[in-house]
């Protein structure tokens, strides 16, 4: 074996992966691998948690077994490592009787770093024989992936994980890293006993994704408001999620009459159809898919630039989940949630009548709820939400911070305007007979209820319903009103808007949105991930290298992200290097890289300048 342990990591970094820096936490990762050191690494979605057992096996003296649950998702790692020169391999279902012989000599041989296996070959029928062999070949360790896929707490469940504890039998004195974006505390000490870990280390980073932008919508006119968002990201990659297939499949059908390249994706197509739109998406032969949360883990293309939520999710979770995979590969990304109070009560019924409407559903979502209407900053909204703390006072990245939202000039005055109507009609109704008896709107029902007499009645003429809703919705989440759960969400007024009434200065710093509608003559704001990461870039160079590659990638049968992210795309078009020592100076293109591909594109550099 070649390579000495711990000094050969820098120049491991530097020649296959092409990058001189660590990003937090990876170096005390990598240190717990290479001594021997039970590990839990807790990263976010493009935090880097490959590099954190890939690096080690790299340089290291034996097989790094990694466990991954997906065959699409390990393909891709596979073929990467190959681009970069690191011998590795996987095996899995996918393979024929032909190749799995070729890899079982490979492994006798000890040709390879890194083994990928689904968590079938190792637990399920016939999984002794494929262990002995792992246990004969030199095993240095072993990193479970996507480890939450072991509890039932996360958000993707598989009960085949629950048995990866054996390999601690047939594997001893093996150390075992488990890997993942999910951070609640139940489904870390979940992960942690189930797999046996022994005085793991913990690494859990910071969730904040300073690159992505937040941004929330009342729905109001579905279309408008994606149009307004696709025209922010011409020709580039996003993921419209719906809540349901029949939504999925008007909208991408609407998508392509508008001249967007769409696919759609949910678990009512046969399988082939669903294969040949993710592969369609993976290889850029469209920009956008429409679907159903079925679509999603295992989903590595990395320069997924917006994810729009046409629907609020049932928890922050799967929000921060689904959100993040904008914009893995570090570039700016925007993430725009489209809600409206009906999804949360869709939720209720449909957790209702599947019997999982427990107290701790309710919680979710409800903080789901919070967070949509809730007007401050959205970065520091979600850290808190994960138990971090968020110190900048200006995210840059979110609609609060960029100013898109107007608020509402003397929130104290609005507000107790509205919990007085609340209080006058007796605490007996919803939010539409608030707004209307506010607003003045003499209907039938209030006349009969005499509630055009009240002295609020008529007090907010120029509100719209659905801007007095969001009012209703802000004040409830800032915990002044009351909503019951059921199906007529009566509006009462909680202890603390009582207070507020009689005194009006118990809320100071009160603070409530206007919920915008979309306008085309809105202001375009750029946040800060965006400024930085064009800075000095030539853009048209930048989109002839992506069509170099999109050709490369259609030649080797790969994603184009298998040969360079668009971060390291966008590093070329900005230095534009002018020879391979040049080109090697350039963050995420390694030597193999470099003599690989290295011509090529620089004969595309050239072209452009002339
Ligand atoms: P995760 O599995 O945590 O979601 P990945 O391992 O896919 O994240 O990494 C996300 C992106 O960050 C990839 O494009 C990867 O190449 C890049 N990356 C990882 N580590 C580094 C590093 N040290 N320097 C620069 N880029 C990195
Ligand atoms: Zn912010």
């Known amino acids: 074996m070649t390579g000495s342990l711990g000094t050969g990591l820098e120049e491991a970094l530097a020649r296959y992966w092409g990058y001189t820096t660590f990003r937090p936490l990876q170096r005390d990762a990598i240190d717990a691998v290479l001594t021997n050191c039970d590990s839990l690494v807790v990263l976010p979605t493009g935090g880097g948690k490959s590099l954190c057992f890939q690096a080690p096996a790299s340089i ?40 799995k012989r070729e890899i079982v000599a490979g492994l006798r041989a000890g040709q390879y770093r890194l083994l990928y296996v689904s968590p079938e070959r190792l637990v399920g029928e016939g999984s002794d024989a494929f262990l002995s062999l792992l246990a004969a070949c030199g095993v240095a360790f072993v990193a479970v992936d996507e480890a939450h896929c072991i509890s039932q ?41 189930q797999l046996g870990l022994r005085n793991p280390r913990v690494l859990v980073g910071a969730f ?28 580039e990659a996003g993921i419209i999620y719906c809540t349901s297939r029949r939504e999925v499949d008007a909208l991408a059908v609407w998508l392509n009459s508008q001249g967007t390249r769409a696919v ?4 009512g197509l046969d399988e082939a159809d669903r294969r040949a739109n993710q592969d369609a998406f993976l290889s850029e032969r469209v920009d956008v898919v429409v679907a159903t949360v079925a679509f999603g883990m295992g989903i590595d293309r990395s320069n997924v630039r917006f994810v729009v939520h046409v629907g609020a999710p049932r928890s922050i979770e799967h929000y921060q989940q689904e959100s993040g995979r904008a914009g893995r590969d570090g570039l700016e990304a925007e993430c725009l949630l489209i809600y409206s109070s009906a999804d949360f009560m869709k939720w209720r019924v449909m957790l209702e ?34 138990g971090d703390r968020y110190s900048k006072a200006d995210c840059g990245a979110c609609d609060y911070c960029l100013g898109e939202l107007e608020t509402a000039l003397d929130a104290t005055t609005l507000a107790r305007q509205i919990l007085s109507c ?27 209820r005499g509630h055009d007499k009240l002295s609020t009645f008529g007090l907010l003429p120029d509100a719209s319903v659905a801007e007095l ?35 009006e200065s118990s809320c100071p710093g009160l603070s409530l949105a206007r919920q915008r509608l979309p306008r085309k003559d809105l202001p375009r704001t750029r946040s800060r991930a965006e400024t930085e990461s064009w800075q000095d870039v030539d853009r048209g160079l930048f989109e002839r290298l992506r069509a170099v590659r999109l050709e490369m990638a259609r030649q080797r049968g790969v994603p184009p992200y298998v040969i360079f ?42 072209a452009h300048a002339s």
């Open 565 to 606: 992210h668009d971060a390291t795309l966008r590093e070329m078009a900005r230095l534009r290097p002018d020879s391979l020592d040049a080109l090697r100076s350039v963050k995420g293109i390694g030597a193999r890289k470099a003599d690989d591909l290295g011509e090529t594109f620089l004969a595309a550099i050239r």
């Open 153 to 193: 707490w996360g958000h993707d469940f598989r009960p085949e994980y629950r048995q990866l504890a054996r390999l601690r039998d047939v594997l001893p004195g093996i150390s075992i890293h488990a890997y993942t974006a999910t951070a609640t505390a139940r489904v870390r000490d979940d992960i942690s006993s």
């Open 264 to 267: 759609a994706y949910h678990a």
């Open 469 to 503: 809703r969001g009012y209703i919705q802000q004040l409830t989440a800032l915990g002044l009103l009351r909503v019951t759960d059921d199906a007529y969400g009566v509006i009462g007024l909680t202890a603390k808007g009582m207070v507020l009434l009689k005194d």
């Open 208 to 235: 904040d994704r300073p690159n992505l932008v937040y941004r929330v919508l009342p729905r109001s006119m579905l279309k408008g408001q994606l149009l307004e968002v696709l025209s922010r990201h011409r020709n």
């Open 353 to 386: 009548t599947n019997g999982e409407l427990t107290d701790a559903a309710q919680t979710l979502l409800r903080q789901m709820e919070q967070y949509a209407a809730s007007v401050g900053c959205r970065h520091q909204q979600l850290s808190e939400y994960f």
């Open 422 to 448: 609340v209080a006058r009609v007796g605490q007996r109704f919803g939010a539409v007979h608030v707004a209307s008896v506010l607003r003045g709107h003499a209907s039938e029902q209030i006349a009969a």
């Open 60 to 99: 290291g003296s034996g097989l790094a077994v990694v466990v991954s649950p997906l065959i699409s998702l390990m393909k891709d790692q596979v073929d990467t490592l190959v681009g970069n020169g690191v011998a590795a391999a996987l095996y899995n279902s996918s393979l024929t009787a032909e190749e």
